[in-house]
């Protein structure tokens, strides 16, 4: 199932953030969103889950206008971890996670199959010590891993994520890009904002970087994250440090 975006016109809050957008995202690819502050990355994912109309142009699934879609059937099609919302959540992680399952349940009547989509979930992220435990009273990064929980709970063709890694440690920083990177292979579309360039160059296929002048490039992550445009989207020169592999690191 492929996601697109066709003629697009994105404008959020009164800022105009793009114009004539066409884009296509295939299955089977890991796509790093880049940008600096206000480039639109967050309106951009947004728009594309459904969760705000662009202003012109279409959202599609495999050509199907997103906007003609029940949400409940897109629910089941998309999965998106928004950046920030609301924590005012006292039950349990194992609760938590379990909101993802409602698109699929019949109410809160779940099945054998919910329940596993949650303890598999719960396992992966490395909670299984904590799914009895208050959300609530959980710290950032804990919270931040349960939430990514409940997105792959939700099992979706689809996942869009906006800055996964914040408030992870480096370990599970890796751990989190490795399962996008399964999640990916395995057939989805797999979209997420990213800040960090070593993750973008050691775990993504694609990159789609969105310019202060409001235009779009995406290409494959060898072609189109180079030190010129880099330089291009953030204006901070980088260079190639050899260390074993070649990375790209901002020059001080």
Known sequence: MNLEIRDGVISVGGSLFFQNLNLKFNPCALTAVMGRNGSGKTSLLQVL???????????????????????????????????????????????????????????WKFTSKDKQAVTESLYLLDLDSLADESFHYLSAGEKQRVRIAQLLAQETQMLLLDEPLQNLDIDYQGRVMDMLGLQARSGKVVLCVLHDIYWVQSSCDQALLLFDDRQARMGQVKDIVTPFDLQLLYGVEFVSVNAGDTWLVPQK
């Open 49 to 107: 889950a459904g969760l705000v109309k662009p202003m012109a142009g279409m959202v599609g699934l495999d050509g199907v206008d997103l906007q003609t879609i029940a949400p409940r059937e897109r629910a089941r099609l998309i999965g998106v971890l928004v950046q920030h919302e609301p924590e005012a959540f006292y039950g349990t992680v194992r609760d938590y996670v379990g909101l993802a399952r409602i698109p699929w349940t019949n109410g």
